[in-house]
């Protein structure tokens, strides 16, 4: 098999993404610690659903959740409102329901 063959070239190519992909994710992680130590009082650093559904996701004040709904599995990491607290869309805090119209 010749060195400038189309195989040894895809080879390589394949090879310096992997590196290049292991390298990111160390500066990944470090984005990810800055983000945990930015979360506001009432919210938790995780990983919630990113889908549009109302139902799905963070709490949001003036949207109920109703019932079970299949939501996505796909992964948004952030601060998310904690437990029962809801996302007041004014301020972006995170507060408990009776607070939500305040």
Do not use: Q
């Amino acid at each position: 098999m010749a060195w400038n063959s189309p195989i040894v070239f895809a080879l390589w190519l394949t090879a310096l993404v992997l590196v290049l992909n292991s390298a990111r994710g160390f500066d990944y992680f470090a984005e990810m610690e800055k983000i945990k130590k930015s979360c506001k009082p009432g919210e938790v650093f995780g990983c919630i659903s990113g889908t549009s559904k109302p139902e799905c996701g963070e709490n949001k004040c003036g949207m109920e959740r109703r019932g079970t709904v299949a939501c996505t599995a796909d992964c948004y990491r952030g601060c998310w409102c904690r437990g029962k607290m809801y996302r007041r869309k004014r301020d972006n805090k995170c507060v408990p329901k009776n607070e939500c119209l305040l």
